[in-house]
Structure formats: C-alpha cells, structure tokens
C-alpha cells in the first residue's frame, strides 16, 4: 500500500496487516488541563492533544518509519492520512495504525513526552495496542517480529498491562491484544468532585469495530490499481476509487480523505462529527488486504449492518471481525454476540466473547462457503 515500498511491481509484497495503537490520556475531552489556542483561521479552537503543531508529529512519525500525505479537521479532532495507514489526534487521546514494516511501539516513548512537553498531559489513563498476525513476520523490525516481544516491550514502559491472543494461534486470522487497567487517580484538581475519571459512568460510551479481511477477489483487487488512463493518483485518485467501489457510501454523511496509490494500494480517514473510520487496501495478488475500523456509533448502522456493507464491497474469502464495547446491560451483550451470527455466503469458524474490567469483546472469523458441484 505504501509508495515507501522499494519491492517491484513483479513480485512485490506488502504487510497490509496494521498495528493499531491507542493512549488516552483521560476518558474525554473533558477530563485533561484546559489548555486553548486558536491558531488558524481555518481550524477551531483546539486544546490538549491538538495544540501539537505538525512539524512536531512529523519527527515522531520519523520514528515509526511513515509520513503524512492530507490532514484534514473537523471541530472534534484532526484526521492525518499517511504513507502507512492513519493518525487521528483527539484533545485527549491518538490513535495511531500503521502497516508494512513500521516501528509503531519504539515511538510510544516519544508520545508520552510530546503530551507532556506541549500539552501538560503528564500521566497516561490507559492504553490499548492490537493487530491480527502478521504474514510476513520476519521482515517486521524491533520488537514487531514477535508478539511476546511486544508484550515485553509494552511490559517494561507501561503499567498494569495484561496480553491475550485471541482466535487460533495456528490460523491466519489470530487476533493479539495488549491493554491495561484505567488509572483512575488521573483528576483534574478543579473538576474533582464533579468529573472523576470513571469508565464505570454511564456517560462514557466507547466502540470500536475492526474488519480484518485477505484473499480478497481479482474483481476487486483490480479496482485499486492506478490506471493512469483512468487519471491521476493521490487523492483525485482517492476520491475516485469511493466513488467506483461504493465506499463513500458506507456512511454517506461523513467527510472523507482518500488516496491512490502508485502503482497500486488505496487509504482513506472518515470523519462524522467526533467519530472517524479507516479504510486500507493493499491489492496484490500474493498477499492481498483490507481492513475497516470505526468507532462511528451504532446509532448510525447496526454492527451486522456495517459488516455487511463492508463484505460486499471487498468480497473477501477470509474475515475477521472485533467489536470491542464498554459494557452496558445483559440483553445488549446479547445483541452485540448475535451481531456477528450469520454473514450471508460465510461461515463462522470462531466466535469468541471476553469480558474486561469495563468493555465487552467480540471476536469472530469467517470464511466463504465452499459450492460442490
């Protein structure tokens, strides 16, 4: 997907399968320092994590071994497409996903010090690192060449922490999860009677859903090569290729940042009021991938129908699906299980329920069903 990539077009290959890394440094924008500045005029007024001027993210994401492509903003948070996957910076949280062969965990360092240095964000809340496994695990660098590697890693810089592997560990769609516990004496002096940390409120509402799919069909690969004829890459090219696949109509209210790549690979950043969505295509043919994430609530689509949307449009033989929930009541859990039941044309070959401190997850596998003639 990235044009970092030095492999030919002949028999290049690509790690499309991201790492996904999110620190919160309280669970709203509420709860951290009220630091403002209002810098351009085109911009809103901005404050904790949002304060960072580029240049700053630019030498961090040095670190990790990707760049920027397109920001984009809205009044809630700035959406960055880069040349390996997203970055979205809230007041009070980033979410970074990288693929390829990027050093996504050796950059957590430098995080914590930008928050402190520029933002007063001087203690992280909690933390949360996934990804699915790898297909080419020996070309991934530092600690990324091994899941206990990581853990270890993740181990020695940040406290609390507990790892699970999720799915079956000999399969291709195995699933690795790194978190640890809130840490709820993070308050904010002022704000202390009213507004403690506590996931535990039934104000905080968090989701996060991730479709992981490979082996996607030569209809659909096709469709995310850069056909010069066609016009120009990039994010011309972008806006195209969601027009074409049917993409921008998956949330059709939201603003989207796409971009083409040459010779071939496709991302794009959604944003829909302080929620955002990725999408990252890596189309060939020996190791072909994409993935969906949102934490767009399910007032805007059931989860069913959100999978449903997104499998038709990539036609995958393989899927995998998390939904990771905080915790509401027994019925809902319910409605959240049955949510990855039945995908018309696949079955299921795993589903998986864990219960942590304040979330719920879900985790499923599918494949497409075999026709005998």
């Not at 989701?207 to 490979?214: G, P, S, V, Y």
């Amino acid at each position: 997907m990235s044009e970092n990539n030095s492999f030919s077009t002949s028999d290049r290959v690509f790690e499309g399968a991201e790492k996904l890394l999110e620190i919160w440094f309280g669970p709203t924008s509420d709860s951290i320092p009220n630091i403002s500045s209002e810098f351009d005029n085109d911009r809103p007024l901005r404050n904790g994590l949002r304060l960072v001027e580029r240049d700053v993210w630019d030498e961090m994401l040095d670190i990790v071994k990707c760049r920027v492509l397109n920001v984009v903003h809205n009044d809630y948070f700035d959406a960055y497409l880069l040349s390996e996957s997203s970055m979205f910076i809230y007041p009070h949280k980033i979410i970074l996903k990288t693929c390829g062969t990027t050093t996504l965990l050796i950059a957590i360092h430098r995080l914590l010090e930008i928050a402190s240095e520029y933002c007063q964000l001087n203690k992280v809340w909690r933390v949360f690192y996934s990804r699915k496994s790898f297909v080419f695990p020996e070309a991934q660098l530092g600690p990324h060449k091994d899941w206990n590697e990581e853990v270890k890693f993740l181990d020695q810089l940040l406290d609390n922490g507990a790892a699970y592997t999720v799915g079956k560990s000999n399969g291709d769609h195995c699933w690795f999860l790194w978190l640890n516990s809130p840490q709820n004496d993070i308050l904010i002096p002022e704000l202390e009677s009213t507004h403690p940390l506590d996931e535990t409120n039934s104000d905080f509402q968090d989701i996060t859903i991730e479709i992981l799919m490979t082996e996607l069909s030569s209809e659909t690969l096709n469709k995310f090569y850069h056909d010069p004829s066609e016009g120009e890459s990039g994010t011309q090219g972008g806006a195209r290729i969601d027009k074409k696949t049917g993409l921008c109509d998956i949330y059709p209210e939201a603003q989207l940042d796409s971009y083409l790549y040459e010779p071939c690979g496709y991302s794009a950043n959604g944003l829909l009021n302080d929620n955002y969505f990725n999408i990252h295509v890596t189309p060939e043919r020996n190791c072909s991938y994409a993935s969906f994430e949102t934490n767009v609530p399910v007032g805007h689509g059931t989860i069913s129908d959100v999978i449903h949307k997104v499998i038709t449009i990539f036609d995958p033989e393989k899927f995998s699906v998390t939904v990771f929930k905080t915790r509401e009541d027994n019925d809902n859990k319910k409605f959240l299980v049955a949510s990855v039941n039945d995908i018309k044309g696949y079955s299921r070959k795993d589903r998986i329920l864990y219960e942590f401190e304040v979330y719920d997850l879900i985790f499923a596998q599918f494949e497409r069903k075999k026709i005998f003639a």
